[in-house]
């Protein structure tokens, strides 16, 4: 018998090419309308879309055609730059979507390979095991001790057991293993499986949409109302006034286009999906979109020690035999040390993925013991349970000789077995000696009985205790620099352990960790009411052999004192605990498919330290939105005063701006918010400030206010400019450029001076971003046409003004922009004499 792939060769190559062109590829598959299908659907429904279309028909319908012509080209220009951010966004989270695939184990050409589930195809010999997902629905061939959770096709939550003998020998894609192991021949794949035939499709799900994301939606909607019946009214002021529909609905829609901020939602979708691109590129997949504005608020970070804080690198370092009177190192073992690894083997996995299980299966391989793993197989299987938990293995071999092995925490086996008082006061003078030197520590146990009948549990088995297993997994390298930056961020960090409270503590000293001195057990934990547990979990960052249920306790007190609670997590007891967190964070490396499905971020390689650059790259996003939506509200204020009050009181030149000025306005606004503000760096202190709260508003009173005077200072600039146009009696035309001018020249430096609401204008110029100055050069290149080019300026209905009249509308934009700074001096200087 192969002792790799239990006799199975598996499909070769060819008969898996064979297998995929027959049956296709193993994924659920919905209604197959394109991205860009979508994207053209929803930008027919773009409000300015919509008011260009409509504008350009009244211009058409007046005989103006050049104007038609160049507000059609507009929406043609519109169209392209929406379906371009589309297009990014879309992108991003398909790339992100195959990335975050899951995979599966199946056993090609006599070896277990790991392929993504979508490659699985009907013939395959599907490996599932504890805490993966069933890729495909197939027949069971082989197993040990397997059970499945159907929840997901049944509705009940208890596991069902399967086998190759039992009438219910089959597996269902979509499926859980809860625990044992199992091959099966895969007999459906895609929409052909259980699942797919009963109508679940993630195509149809829909995706609830997020707390920042209604905001944003409803302050939308909002500015949409607003400019409805501010475009009635001004309809109404000039059909009175013209008697002329067209002329009336043509200024309205003026109106309606400068009111209407639908670069917001195009600057929401581009901000949330290229972040999680970005993030992705550092080793950081983003599930969920929500997460990413959600990362910025993380106030408390739950992480696990084994594979996080170390290094997940088991080595066997010291075994201790009741045998013997010292425990030995790995040059000096004893037959009764080897004795003690063998059963420690036997206890493991067949197929061992957990780095104990591989560092024992290594150390028995290297020993001078014979193997005789291929002679023995798997007969029954107790899974890791009980609390402090332990797992057993009771193989057998062809003529019936059993080996019943254990191995579990230490005091699991303190009432299970025969030591006396002075043994085990040996054993726990052993395991405080190991814990002290920051090992694993694990017990091991052999049953020499001759069961007849296994138990209910593996606790009624009488076990006699070999002795004790020391394993070092070292700290990782950069933990204290990792920790340091979450605390210098304002955010707790709590380690929740299965292990023993001396090993943790001493790896915890060890790597700075805050908070080691105090700590909580799981049994502790359970005994405290809810009212009590809230108290004490802000009070304790060590909790130490830790199970499920406790650890979904304490990520529930800490959501219960409104912490915003992050989570580290790799097995299939952690799956509840991830989905309680407002961030479950799998490992990419070592983390079970149960796993990586709870959680809304995975981190590919395992590295704790990219979760700093999640954290950041969190509070990057939100900034950068709020700054760019910061703008569109500044810069949309002085367009739509300077379009309603020359006409609503009256003045010399009422209709100063017509559509294609604003169209020309939201032209250079939607690439500056959208691509500029998106493409920004981290400002030096976001992390060093408090995380924000999870409640807290994107649109709060100080903010909005800042913006809206920002806005009000750009139009009294441009309206001054206007007036001081027609004190000298100058013409419409020269009015009208000059109040252009101005609305330009603001717009290119309140983007510059907005890139920070703190730091000074001379600091953000330094900020390495080469789109501000390729937009902005751009966007003083047409400035310069329509000025000074004769044709573009006649159809603008500009006129090209003297040197002088430039001076006095750069002047003004630039003042009625610049004086924030001060606002800027001023903060940072009472920050300064606050601190001092």
């Not at 350009?56 to 007046?62: D, E, K, L, P, Q």
């Not at 607003?226 to 000039?238: C, M």
């Not at 201790?320 to 063998?342: G, Q, W």
Request: hydrophobic content about 45%.
């Amino acid at each position: 018998m192969s002792l790799k792939t239990f006799g199975i060769k598996g499909l070769a190559e060819s008969e898996v090419h064979a297998s995929r062109t027959k049956y296709g590829l193993n994924e659920l598959e919905g209604k197959p309308v394109s991205g860009f299908t979508n994207a053209m659907l929803k930008l027919v429904k773009e409000p300015m879309i919509l008011l260009l279309l409509a504008a350009s028909v009244i211009y058409v319908i007046s005989g103006n055609y050049s104007d038609a012509i160049f507000l059609s080209s507009a929406i043609v220009i519109v169209s392209t730059i929406s379906l371009f951010q589309d297009s990014r966004s879309r992108n991003a989270l398909e790339k992100l979507k195959k990335l975050a695939q899951p995979t599966c184990k199946v056993i090609r050409n006599k070896e277990f390979i790991e392929i993504k589930s979508i490659e699985v195809v009907v013939g395959d010999y599907l490996v599932v095991e504890e805490g993966t997902l069933i890729a495909a629905d197939g027949e069971i061939v082989h197993s040990n001790d397997f059970s499945v959770n159907e929840s997901i096709l049944t509705g009940e939550s208890l596991s069902v057991f399967k086998d190759k003998d039992k009438k219910d020998n089959l597996i269902f894609s979509g499926t859980s293993v809860a625990s044992g192991l199992a091959i099966a021949k895969v007999t459906s794949i895609g929409n052909k499986t259980k699942l797919g035939l009963i109508g679940v499709s993630l195509n149809e799900i829909q995706e609830e949409k997020t707390p920042l994301e209604k905001q944003i939606s409803d302050f939308v909607k909002k500015m949409a109302l607003a400019g409805l019946a501010v475009f009635i009214l001004v309809w109404a002021i000039n059909f009175f006034k013209t008697e002329s529909i067209l002329d009336s609905l043509l200024k309205a829609l003026t109106l309606a286009m400068s009111v209407l901020p639908e670069e917001i939602p195009m600057a929401f979708t581009a901000f949330m999906a290229l972040g999680a691109w970005r993030l992705m590129k550092t080793g950081v997949i983003v599930k969920q979109m929500k997460t990413v504005e959600t990362l910025g608020s993380a106030t408390v970070l739950c992480i696990d020690k084994t594979g996080t804080i170390t290094e997940n690198r088991m080595s066997l370092a010291k075994v201790f035999s009741l045998e013997n009177d010292l425990p030995s190192y790995p040059d000096s073992f004893t037959d009764e040390d080897l004795k003690v690894i063998e059963i420690g083997m036997w206890a493991s996995e067949p197929i061992p993925f957990d780095p104990m299980e591989i560092a024992l299966h290594d150390m028995y391989s290297k020993s001078t013991l014979p193997d005789k793993r291929a002679e023995f197989s798997l007969l029954h299987e107790y899974p890791l349970s009980g609390k402090p938990p332990m797992m057993t293995h009771i193989f057998q071999d062809k003529n019936g000789k059993r080996i019943i092995a254990a191995k579990g925490a230490p005091e699991a086996f303190w009432h299970i077995t025969n030591l006396n008082y002075t043994e085990r006061l040996k054993v726990e003078k052993v395991i405080q000696s190991f814990s002290n030197e920051g090992f694993r520590v694990l017990a091991v146990a052999q049953c020499t009985d001759d069961v007849k009948e296994f138990p209910a549990t593996q606790q009624e088995l009488a076990f006699k205790l070999l002795g004790v297993l020391a394993f070092y997994d070292p700290p990782k390298k950069n933990m204290k620099n990792v920790l340091q930056n979450f605390y210098q961020a304002g955010m707790q960090v709590k380690i929740i352990t299965g292990d023993n409270k001396t090993t943790t503590t001493t790896i915890a000293r060890q790597i700075g960790f805050k908070g080691f001195e105090k700590s909580l057990t799981g049994d502790e934990l359970m005994k405290l009411s809810d009212e009590e547990l809230d108290k004490v979990a802000m009070q304790t960052q060590l909790f130490c052999r830790m199970f499920p249920e406790a650890k979904l306790r304490i990520i529930q007190s800490l959501k219960r004192v409104n912490q915003v609670v992050a989570m580290t997590g790799d097995g299939v007891n952690d799956g509840p605990a991830l989905k309680a967190a407002h961030i479950g964070i799998a490992m990419g490396n070592k983390g079970t498919e149960i796993a990586k499905q709870a959680a809304s971020l995975i981190l590919i390689h395992d590295d704790l330290s990219k979760m700093v650059d999640a954290v950041a790259a969190g509070r990057k996003i939100y900034a950068n939105l709020k700054k760019a939506i910061q703008y569109i509200i500044s810069i949309h204020i002085p367009i739509i005063l300077t379009v309603v009050l020359p006409l609503a009181l009256g003045w010399m030149y009422p209709n100063i701006l017509s559509p294609v000025h604003i169209i020309f306005l939201e032209l250079i606004m939607g690439p500056t918010c959208s691509i500029i503000y998106e493409n920004e760096p981290i400002e030096k202190n976001a992390m060093l400030q408090k995380p924000r709260s999870l409640s807290f508003s994107f649109f709060n009173l100080k903010e909005l206010t800042t913006s809206i005077i920002q806005g009000l200072v750009i139009t009294a600039g441009t309206l001054a400019v206007y007036q001081y146009a027609v004190s000298m009696n100058w013409n419409e035309e020269i009015t009208r450029t000059m109040v252009f001018t101005v609305l330009v020249v603001a717009n290119i430096f309140l983007t510059l001076v907005n890139r920070s609401f703190y730091f000074s204008v001379f600091t953000t110029i330094r900020y390495k971003n080469t789109l501000v100055y390729i937009i902005l050069a751009l966007t003083i290149l047409m400035l310069c046409l329509l000025l000074y080019m004769p044709m573009v300026t006649s159809f603008f209905k500009f006129q090209q003004i003297t040197p002088y009249q430039v001076g006095i509308s750069i002047s003004v934009g630039f003042l009625s922009v610049i004086w924030f700074e001060s606002i800027k001096l001023f903060k940072r200087v009472r920050k300064v004499n606050v601190n001092v």
